[in-house]
């Protein structure tokens, strides 16, 4: 049986929980392929990250071609480029595959900092993420990234307005929110619409991985954007709802769980 091709850039995290390890999980629970191009080494913990080495651009660029040279590649999910030069380099690829499918599905997570707040990038990450949007077909920033993306502006709506500027989809995620329930909220130039799910106790390490290559890997499959996101929001929920721990500090979304419904 064919399996459809997510073709992922992210950086590695050792603790296998984040990053690149995450996706991986994250993609084949949804019955999709990861083909993973690294773009950063990193040294963490569950909770800590140490340091983020980039790999050299042409090895990212080297590491894309020769499996997308080969494998179709049905969506694309960008993690941490690592560097700004990644980000440049990334960007260059991504207009050489839409050549080939103009309507590839480009899933950004713009990932500033660890969900401790620890920086995540070699340089400046904002300038990276800003290279990586103008050519994503959705964005999925948390609170923080969303504000910090938009010059401090902390107002959702005005967020939404200047991301839909440079990328036509937006979910800003509600996980660093208060309240009992984490309040996810779509925009596009037709709409918008809001999710609302239970708030769970304690921390998890990669969600915001988690939920970005689950709607990749969706979206690799045909599905289209509004149940892409119902079906990947609800897979996140589980995998949260079932966390398992490894050490004292955030647990571990239990990634591999897989439900009937992505059959
Ligand atoms: O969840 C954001 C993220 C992305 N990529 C890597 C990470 C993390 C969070 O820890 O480690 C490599």
Same mark, same amino acid.
């Given at each position: 049986?064919?399996?459809?091709?997510?073709? #992922?850039?992210?950086?590695?995290?050792? &603790? /296998?929980?984040?990053?690149?390890? %995450? !996706?991986?999980? @994250? *993609?084949? +629970?949804?019955?999709?392929?990861?083909?993973?191009?690294?773009?950063?080494?990193?040294?963490?913990?569950?909770?800590?990250?140490?340091?983020?080495?980039?790999?050299?651009?042409?090895?990212?660029?080297?590491?894309?071609?020769?499996?997308?040279?080969?494998?179709?590649?049905?969506?694309?999910?960008?993690?941490?480029?690592?560097?700004?030069?990644?980000?440049?380099?990334?960007?260059?690829?991504?207009?050489?595959?839409?050549?080939?499918?103009?309507?590839?599905?480009? #899933?950004?997570?713009?990932?500033?900092? &660890? /969900?401790?707040?620890?920086?995540? %990038? !070699?340089?400046? @990450? *904002?300038? +990276?993420?800003?290279?990586?949007?103008?050519?994503?077909?959705?964005?999925?920033?948390?609170?923080?990234?969303?504000?910090?993306?938009?010059?401090?502006?902390?107002?959702?709506?005005?967020?939404?307005?200047?991301?839909?500027?440079?990328?036509?989809?937006?979910?800003?995620?509600?996980?660093?929110?208060?309240?009992?329930?984490?309040?996810?909220?779509?925009?596009?130039?037709?709409?918008?619409?809001?999710?609302?799910?239970?708030?769970?106790?304690?921390?998890?390490?990669?969600?915001?991985?988690?939920?970005?290559?689950?709607?990749?890997?969706?979206? %690799?499959?045909?599905? @289209?954007?509004?149940?892409?996101?119902?079906?990947?929001?609800?897979?996140?929920?589980?995998?949260?709802?079932?966390?398992?721990?490894?050490?004292?500090?955030?647990?571990?979304?239990?990634?591999?769980?897989?439900?009937?419904?992505?059959?």
């Amino acid at each position: 049986m064919m399996r459809p091709s997510v073709l #992922v850039f992210a950086g590695s995290d050792p &603790s /296998g929980g984040a990053g690149l390890q %995450a !996706d991986l999980h @994250a *993609i084949a +629970a949804q019955h999709a392929h990861a083909l993973t191009v690294v773009t950063a080494v990193t040294v963490q913990d569950n909770d800590r990250v140490y340091s983020v080495n980039a790999v050299e651009p042409d090895l990212v660029l080297a590491q894309a071609r020769a499996v997308s040279a080969k494998i179709e590649v049905a969506a694309v999910k960008l993690g941490i480029p690592g560097s700004v030069a990644n980000a440049r380099a990334i960007a260059e690829m991504l207009q050489e595959l839409r050549q080939h499918n103009p309507a590839l599905p480009v #899933v950004l997570d713009p990932v500033l900092a &660890s /969900g401790k707040g620890h920086t995540l %990038a !070699d340089g400046d @990450a *904002i300038e +990276a993420v800003m290279i990586l949007l103008a050519h994503a077909t959705l964005v999925l920033p948390n609170l923080p990234e969303a504000s910090a993306l938009c010059n401090g502006e902390r107002r959702m709506e005005e967020q939404a307005v200047q991301l839909l500027a440079k990328c036509p989809n937006v979910l800003i995620k509600g996980g660093h929110g208060s309240g009992p329930e984490v309040v996810n909220v779509w925009f596009a130039s037709e709409g918008q619409r809001t999710w609302k799910w239970p708030r769970l106790k304690g921390e998890f390490h990669g969600t915001g991985c988690t939920l970005a290559a689950a709607v990749a890997g969706q979206l %690799a499959r045909g599905i @289209a954007l509004p149940e892409a996101l119902d079906a990947a929001q609800a897979y996140v929920h589980r995998t949260l709802a079932s966390a398992y721990v490894i050490a004292a500090g955030q647990r571990i979304p239990d990634r591999n769980t897989t439900f009937k419904e992505y059959t």
